[in-house]
């Protein structure tokens, strides 16, 4: 265990305890190692998802809005925007950092080229207002520029989660059709962000999650991962007032193993809604939320013996 991690995982360790003490032990962490492991992957969700809620209360460089500047990035972006009024904006950060992602190498590079229509002027940038007022123009640029995305110097590709993800501007399940069905969500409630998330607000911030969850299956290459970042991400950063009320594991497949292996000490045991109702309840009594329970027994599946660093 980490030195600096130490009384954190003593509290975990001390919070599993005593779940375990009303509700019976949890199979797969029996095994003490496996119990660490699995803490230290919950300790390390919960270090991202400080680092992204701190961010409100820093002093961001104001470069970090600008796709062109080594200084660029997305969910500081987001949180400038939002300091400066410009909602939309901020949440069409947000929707970029998740739709491409943040590749192992190539970084920001995806988002950084399509943002900023390969180094264009200002004007030309694929902001949101400039992507919803026209989202067809946008399809016609993205067909124009596809061998610019293969040819630019460096490495490219999209983020871990969609890492299959595809730039074709006029398939059903590229880049394209995924931009202007997003666009088409949001404007359906009336023309902006503000009054797409009013639409769905409901009775707590976790049914108006729930809401925005179901209604985001609109959205092409917009699966559970994706609407779940999403919505976790546009809570985080007071976007929109959400929380989810529990782990989503209907679709999923690492998180999934994770729950099945930790609850019954099987990687294929357990159907989905099932477990989703036992990691709400130990989520609940040991006071980890569900984003963080979820990211952290995905990663702990991929090596439960031995505490591997992932990066999201």
């Not at 992957?41 to 680092?51: K, L, P």
């Not at 409100?56 to 500047?69: G, V």
């Not at 200002?122 to 067809?136: F, I, S, Y």
């Not at 730039?167 to 962000?193: I, K, P, R």
């Amino acid at each position: 265990m980490r030195n600096n991690y130490i009384r954190r995982a003593a509290e975990l360790d001390a919070a599993f305890s005593a779940y375990e003490r009303t509700h019976g032990s949890l199979p797969g962490i029996v095994d003490p190692q496996r119990r660490e492991t699995l803490i230290e992957q919950i300790i390390d969700s919960e270090q991202r998802v400080n680092f992204t809620t701190t961010l409100q209360t820093r002093d961001l460089d104001p470069e970090a809005t600008n796709p062109l500047s080594p200084a660029f990035h997305p969910l500081k972006a987001a949180v400038l925007h939002h300091r400066a009024g410009e909602l939309d904006e901020a949440v069409w950060m947000v929707y970029l950092y998740v739709h491409f992602g943040r590749h192992r190498i190539a970084g920001w590079r995806y988002i950084r080229d399509t943002y900023s229509a390969f180094g264009s002027s200002e004007l030309q940038w694929w902001t949101w207002q400039r992507t919803a007022g026209d989202p067809t123009s946008f399809r016609f640029w993205l067909d124009e520029h596809q061998a610019d995305y293969r040819v630019a110097p460096g490495r490219h590709g999209f983020g871990n989660h969609h890492k299959y993800g595809s730039l074709a501007a006029w398939s059903e399940q590229g880049t394209g059709a995924a931009f202007e069905s997003y666009v088409q969500w949001v404007l359906a409630a009336g023309g902006d962000h503000g009054q797409r998330f009013a639409s769905l607000s409901a009775a707590t911030p976790e049914d108006t999650f729930d809401a925005m969850y179901r209604s985001l299956s609109a959205v092409r290459q917009f699966g559970r991962i994706a609407r779940f970042d999403y919505l976790t991400m546009l809570g985080k950063l007071s976007l929109a007032d959400v929380r989810p009320p529990h782990t989503y594991l209907v679709g999923a497949t690492g998180p999934l193993t994770g729950a099945r292996q930790l609850v019954n000490n099987d990687p294929t045991a357990g159907a989905a809604r099932e477990l989703q109702n036992a990691l709400t309840l130990l989520a609940a009594e040991t006071q980890i939320t569900p984003d963080v329970l979820e990211d952290a027994v995905c990663n702990w599946q991929k090596s439960m013996d031995r505490y591997i660093r992932f990066q999201g």
